[in-house]
Nanobody, 114 residues
Framework: VQLQASGGGLVQVGGSRRLSCVAT????????LGWYRQAPGKQRELVAS???????TYSDSMKGRFTISRDNAMNTVYLQIDSLRLEDTAVYYC?????????WGKGTQVTVSS
């Protein structure tokens, strides 16, 4: 099982970014896909998750500016981040599993600058 995240980079405060993550190596439709992030010196935290049925869960602090979506046919999950803030600087990881984060990708760095 491999998870390949992309879309990170350097972005200015107030900008937007769309992250993508493709899951490969699974012969079945992945139920759980999620995005987590880890800022420097902090623990990894949930951003949002989505099931194959389209049910979404957002961390309370992430509601409003983050939108998770998925393409089931492509086993791809997206994370749209709007109105980026300095505190959004982090490595963003995607995860996959049946009911929770069982597999992890290497992450993609998002750096927000002023």
């Amino acid at each position: 099982v491999q998870l390949q995240a992309s879309g990170g980079g350097l972005v200015q405060v107030g900008g937007s970014r769309r992250l993508s993550c493709v899951a490969t190596g699974m012969g079945w439709n992945i139920n759980y896909l999620g995005w987590y992030r880890q800022a420097p010196g902090k623990q990894r935290e949930l951003v949002a998750s989505i099931t194959v049925a389209g049910e979404t869960t957002y961390s309370d602090s992430m509601k409003g500016r983050f939108t998770i979506s998925r393409d089931n046919a492509m086993n791809t999950v997206y994370l749209q981040i709007d109105s980026l803030r300095l505190e959004d600087t982090a490595v963003y990881y995607c995860s996959a599993g049946m009911t929770g984060p069982q597999y992890w990708g290497k992450g993609t760095q998002v750096t927000v600058s002023s």
